[in-house]
């Protein structure tokens, strides 16, 4: 079972605008990651966020945790075209080894 | 540059006929996973392996082997390819597997089976 669900599924917005994804987990985790994937190519990380950090900062994107919920969003603020692509955050289970798992991702369509 | 190498990008075969996927990782990394991505479904990982002669099943594991006898390969093996196993193939691998660094991905290996 899938332990990361992004929303939306899919967001359209004009070059300019802030695009917010949220992510919700189910089990306790340590860390979890944002990814970025351009059409089909492999994925780029863009953030990390401890269980024990709500919020950090990268350039024009920022992301939040909440452990209470359960749940992480990722914004994006003024959106660029460059800015199209699929975003995924991912976390891992600690089951003696790291099994990682990937939400089903946004994708972004940032029109200019 | 610091890189994961997966070989082949593309690959159409045959049911039952066995194929490797390569994997390496110039980065001296312990921690190294497969994924495959399905439409709609995003990655789900298939084996990961947390470092030389330790590797363990993910989410997908049905279907496939893999091995790690040095730290920087790690091949993805489909001994008898079926028409299901058809799908986006992504390596990956990171400093440490306790998902507190970042990962670094190949770019991919899309493969057929027909």
């Known amino acids: 079972s899938q332990q990361g669900e992004e929303d939306p599924q899919a967001l359209s917005i004009q070059e300019g605008e802030n695009a917010t994804m949220n992510c919700s987990y189910k089990?306790?985790?340590?860390?979890l990651q944002w990814y970025r994937q351009n059409s089909g190519r492999g994925l780029v990380h863009l953030i990390l966020i401890r269980s024990n950090e709500r919020e950090k900062h990268s350039g024009r994107l920022r992301v939040t945790l909440d452990t209470s919920k359960k749940s992480s969003s990722l914004l994006i603020t003024a959106s660029r075209a460059a800015d199209t692509a699929s975003y995924f955050c991912a976390t891992a289970l600690n089951t003696g080894g790291f099994k990682t798992i990937f939400g089903a991702g946004t994708r972004l369509f940032v029109k200019a | 540059e610091a890189q994961v190498t997966q070989n082949p990008r593309y690959l159409i075969t045959v049911t039952g006929k066995k194929l490797t996927v390569t994997c390496s990782q110039n980065?001296?990394?312990?921690?190294m996973s497969w994924y495959r991505q399905d439409p709609g479904l995003g990655l789900r990982q298939i084996y990961y392996?947390?470092?030389?002669?330790?590797?363990d099943k993910g989410d997908v594991p049905e279907g496939y082997k893999v091995s790690r006898k040095e730290k920087r390969n790690f091949p993805l093996i489909l001994e008898s390819p079926s028409p299901n196993q058809t799908s986006l193939y992504f390596c990956?691998?990171?400093?440490?597997?306790?998902?507190?660094?970042?990962?670094?991905f190949g770019q991919g290996t899309r493969l057929t089976v027909v």
């Open positions: 089990t306790s985790i340590n860390n």
């Open positions: 980065m001296n990394h312990e921690y």
């Open positions: 990956a691998s990171s400093f440490t597997g306790a998902w507190n660094t970042e990962a670094f």
């Open positions: 392996s947390m470092n030389v002669e330790v590797t």
